[in-house]
């Protein structure tokens, strides 16, 4: 009996060491850690069950009879993060390159099928090679079933990718179609076809970090919605996500002990906005000044900058934060922030996740790149993202809310259920001076009659109440009471129900 149980601890042992010693310490010398030890650092202390770890491939082609490691090149299973069930999977580089068999692709997909239905996060650790070159279409075949399942959790539960090493090929389709995807710099790649493809095709020289690193996907692809300096950042910074959202589309956001006063005024706000409607202001401040001690998520921090996307916590409880900002591009909405802030706004439509927008918009950036490249179907990403969430959506306007825009930025029009605007706000077609070109063309010589019209328009127009006699706005508040306002107004809306009409499904424009 205790050979037995002893030979279960040899062959555990065995498994744990994945490729060997050798192929562990080259892992390091990359400055990458195992697929063990990053679940370690992920999950909370002796909290993962790992499942399938006697798997071995099953090919005979090209030798592959002799070798049969345990686990086949990827770690499976369970664990909690701050005591709340997330399934994981990651890709053990030191086998066969991590690349995906038949057998390593079921491991995922069984760990994928749990997390379905028991409703539970699934986190992917990518660090492969791609198909194994030795299986064939079978391994191609592993893929597709991967694919099916990130298709049906969307949505049901959040999926998180890392990328930690290579992902390439069609291997890179699983990572796009889950919730957010997370690089490590100078260690990770994503790229459909590699630098010497691009070579032969297109006679373009790059190298691989180039093509598909962590700058490249988070600043100017948008692939990635962040990136870390080392495999421990990344994992403490998903840990960090993790806490902020439900389980599953059949929870709502777990609510954490907070120890900041609702009520807590902030006076400093009440000149956040300066004197001159050109000048720019950071729009970080008003959210750390709103958020739950200051803190706040931020994701696509390096991408249109234009906008903010990411998650603070009012009264405990989870609020995705969409916000203009005026320091990047006077904070105009464009092709790229309007595509940021759409996907971002599902996320926390299908996750019951209520919304925050702060408006400081002066309108859609014009040019023919912008059109060209179609940001008549890109905005109305953004525009159909708010009308159709049906999540709680508070909404606070601080300076300008130009045209197209301020319908666009979760206006009561698109079902907003409290829209605030401080005093400041100026909510109109268009800035008081292009309006006045348009109508007075033919004083344009007279630059005091000109003058004249801009301030009378100005006098109209550049203030929050022609909009709250409308009853668009439904309170004009004080700058410093807007925790307090903001809090209240989403601790009222907890209770809120709304449905769109039965459909299948929508047509959003793609
Ligand atoms: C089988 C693989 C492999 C693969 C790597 N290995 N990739 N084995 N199938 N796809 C093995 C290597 O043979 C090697 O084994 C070990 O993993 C480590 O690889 P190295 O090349 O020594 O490592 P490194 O120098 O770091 O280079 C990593 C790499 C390179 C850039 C990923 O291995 C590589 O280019 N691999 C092939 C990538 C590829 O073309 N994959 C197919 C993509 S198409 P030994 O025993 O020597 O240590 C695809 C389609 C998916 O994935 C489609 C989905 C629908």
Redesign the pocket.
């Given at each position: 009996m205790k050979d037995i149980l002893e030979q279960l601890e040899q062959r555990r042992a065995d498994a744990r060491l994945g490729?060997g010693q050798n192929?562990i310490d080259a892992q390091h010398a990359?400055g990458k850690l195992t697929a063990r030890e990053r679940i370690e650092l992920l999950l909370d202390e002796d909290s993962f069950e790992e499942y399938d770890m006697f798997v071995t491939h099953r090919s005979t082609d090209f030798g592959m009879a002799a070798s049969k490691p345990r686990g086949d090149g990827v770690v499976t299973g369970w664990g909690t993060v701050n005591g709340r069930v997330v399934y994981v999977f990651a890709q053990d580089?030191t086998v066969?390159?991590?690349?995906?068999s038949e057998t390593h692709g079921a491991k995922i997909c069984k760990i994928m099928d749990m997390a379905m239905q028991n409703g539970a996060p699934v986190i992917g650790i990518n660090d492969?090679?791609?198909?194994?070159?030795?299986e064939g279409v079978a391994?191609?075949a592993a893929?597709?079933e991967v694919?099916q399942r990130n298709i049906e959790a969307s949505g049901v539960v959040p999926q998180i990718s890392l990328i930690m090493g290579?992902c390439?090929?069609?291997?890179v389709?699983s990572p796009a179609m889950t919730d957010f995807i997370f690089m490590v710099k100078d260690s990770s790649y994503m790229f459909v076809t590699?630098p010497d493809v691009v070579k032969t095709v297109t006679n373009e020289h790059v190298t691989a970090e180039q093509l598909g690193g962590a700058s490249t996907h988070t600043r100017k692809s948008s692939v990635a919605d962040g990136a870390f300096e080392d495999d421990v950042e990344a994992m403490s910074e998903v840990r960090r996500l993790i806490d902020f959202l439900p389980l599953s589309n059949r929870e709502k956001p777990p609510v954490r002990p907070f120890y900041d006063d609702p009520s807590r005024v902030e006076e400093s706000l009440d000149t956040l906005i300066p004197d001159n409607p050109n000048m720019p202001y950071d729009m970080k401040e008003l959210i750390h000044k709103l958020a739950d001690e200051g803190d706040f998520y931020e994701l696509q921090a390096d991408f249109a900058g234009n906008i903010l996307t990411g998650f603070i916590r009012l009264e405990g409880q989870t609020v995705g934060v969409v916000a203009n900002q005026p320091m990047v591009l006077a904070g105009v909405l464009d092709i790229d922030s309007a595509r940021k802030a759409a996907r971002f706004v599902r996320f926390c439509d299908c996750f019951e996740i209520p919304i925050l927008t702060l408006v400081d918009v002066p309108g859609f950036l014009p040019g023919t790149t912008q059109e060209y490249n179609g940001v008549i179907k890109h905005g109305a990403k953004l525009l159909f993202a708010y009308g159709e969430a049906t999540v709680p959506k508070v909404t606070v306007i601080t300076r300008k809310a130009y045209g197209g825009a301020y319908v666009v930025m979760s206006s009561k029009h698109l079902r907003g259920d409290v829209n605030y605007a401080w005093p400041t706000a100026e909510i109109a077609v268009m800035g008081a001076k292009g309006a006045t070109e348009i109508l007075y063309r033919s004083e344009l010589g007279d630059p005091d009659k000109i003058a004249g019209r801009v301030k009378e328009y100005e006098d109209q127009f550049a203030n929050p109440f022609v909009a709250a006699e409308r009853g668009f706005i439904d309170e004009v508040i004080q700058p410093r009471s807007t925790r307090k306002r903001v809090c209240r107004a989403f601790a009222a809306l907890r209770t809120k129900r709304r449905q769109m009409p039965w459909k299948k499904h929508d047509n959003i424009p793609l």
């Open positions: 490729g192929r990359k580089f066969l390159g991590g690349s995906v492969s090679g791609g198909a194994r070159i030795q391994s191609l893929y597709g694919f290579p390439a090929g069609g291997a389709y590699g």
